[in-house]
């Protein structure tokens, strides 16, 4: 990366999920500079982060954009999600600019409470209590920045997937996935932009948005970005939203969180090992439990 490509901070890996924004004077964007071993403890909160990482990979792709508030609404969980009092959806207002959002709806899937899967790789519950608390704090948020600091609010925007997935070099949880940031009408956001860009990002867990979430590692960068443009890049964790794996080629895979997005099927029924140790073979539950059709699992 050229030398002016800014890192923009984590911000706090403390533990509690429910912990609000601090005050605007004291945003993501402000917080520059972090070295990587700051966020060298890439813990996953039994699954938690890495898959609202992912999820604003979906977002940013099939979406254009970074609006949870706009795009995602919080809706009574017991038609969709039985036994969850309330579940974040994707608004029928929304615009899906490819796939029908099939992977931000997978993603939005796994807050089905029905999931039998090793709750220390992914808890289906914590995630759906911590994107339902996540829509409140990103609101607050962004309601505290309108108040008291306008000039730090993330500007309109569209994005669009340029590379990745990526090794920026930055010491991140995993590889960056590359996104041409521009205004509505197609010209490049000045840096000062890209950076309040990071400022619609709560929900995903940015900076000091609840305890943090280290997958993000937000960063405005010209690796793979077309000449005269400004790109942004953020760090999902490797498996939540491809198909990599965690184990040695000529061995069952084991998948991240016991689960691989894989559309197409064509990974059904192939070996697998669960995180426990066990061997298996990946499993749909789209029968079952059609909010999750996308992803395969091992059971």
């Not at 940013?60 to 919080?74: I, K, S, Y």
């Not at 999600?81 to 959806?89: D, E, N, R, S």
Request: proline share 6%.
């Amino acid at each position: 990366m050229r030398k002016y490509s800014r890192l923009i901070a984590v911000g706090s890996l403390g533990l509690s999920l429910l912990a609000g924004c601090v005050s605007a004077t004291d945003d993501g964007a402000e917080a520059v500079g972090f070295s990587s071993a700051e966020v060298s403890a890439c813990y996953t909160n039994s699954g938690l982060n890495p898959t609202k990482a992912a999820l604003a990979v979906a977002m940013a792709d099939e979406l254009g954009r970074w609006d949870p508030a706009h795009d995602l609404q919080v809706v009574a969980g017991g038609y969709l999600f039985p036994g969850m009092y309330q579940a974040v959806v994707l608004r029928s207002s929304a615009v899906c600019l490819k796939n029908n959002c099939a992977n931000t709806k997978a993603i939005l899937g796994q807050q089905e409470g029905r999931l039998v899967i090793d709750q220390a790789a992914f808890n289906p519950s914590m995630f759906n209590s911590e994107v339902v608390a996540s829509m409140n704090r990103d609101a607050g948020f962004l309601a505290d920045l309108a108040r008291n600091n306008r000039s730090k609010l993330p500007p309109a925007h569209k994005l669009t997937k340029v590379g990745g997935p990526v090794d920026l070099g930055v010491g991140a949880c995993g590889p960056h996935y590359v996104f041409q940031a521009d205004r509505p009408d197609g010209t490049p956001l000045t840096a000062t932009e890209a950076t309040n860009l990071s400022n619609g990002m709560c929900f995903y867990g940015f900076g000091t948005c609840g305890s943090g979430n280290p997958f993000i590692k937000y960063t405005i960068t010209n690796q793979g970005c077309p000449e005269g443009r400004t790109c942004v890049a953020i760090d999902p964790s490797d498996g939540d939203n491809g198909s990599n794996t965690t184990t040695t080629a000529g061995s069952s895979p084991t998948y991240p969180s016991n689960r691989v997005y894989n559309p197409d099927n064509s990974l059904l029924n192939t070996s697998c090992t669960v995180t426990s140790g066990k061997v298996s073979t990946l499993t749909s539950r789209c029968t079952s439990l059609p909010n999750t059709c996308g992803y395969l699992y091992c059971l």
